[in-house]
């Protein structure tokens, strides 16, 4: 598998890792920051935006994820662990990021 697909794993775990509470969040009715929110990433988006958001997420890592194995890629211990390694950075930072959210 070519360098950059590895690159892609990671990228697609992220992109699913931050797919999920916007989805969830949206379609729960809950409002929750998007990047398109003032301040960006702090204020407050509307349910619809975050599903939208977490949509478009879910979209683009499956996209890369076709990249993958369109290009010759195969789903081996060191492709699943570099995407595992995306979804566990991005939730970490997430959860950092976020956590003071309501609090603001």
Avoid: Q
């Amino acid at each position: 598998m070519s360098w950059y697909n590895y690159i892609f794993c990671f990228l697609s775990g992220a992109l699913f890792a931050n797919a999920l509470p916007h989805w969830v969040r949206g379609i729960s009715g809950d409002r929750f920051p998007t990047p398109f929110a003032k301040p960006s990433g702090r204020g407050l988006s509307s349910a619809l935006t975050n599903v939208l958001w977490g949509l478009f997420n879910l979209l683009l890592g499956v996209v890369l994820l076709k990249v993958i194995f369109n290009s010759g890629g195969r789903c081996d211990v060191l492709s699943f662990g570099i995407f595992f390694a995306g979804l566990a950075l991005m939730s970490i930072f997430s959860s950092v990021h976020f956590e003071t959210k309501d609090k603001e």
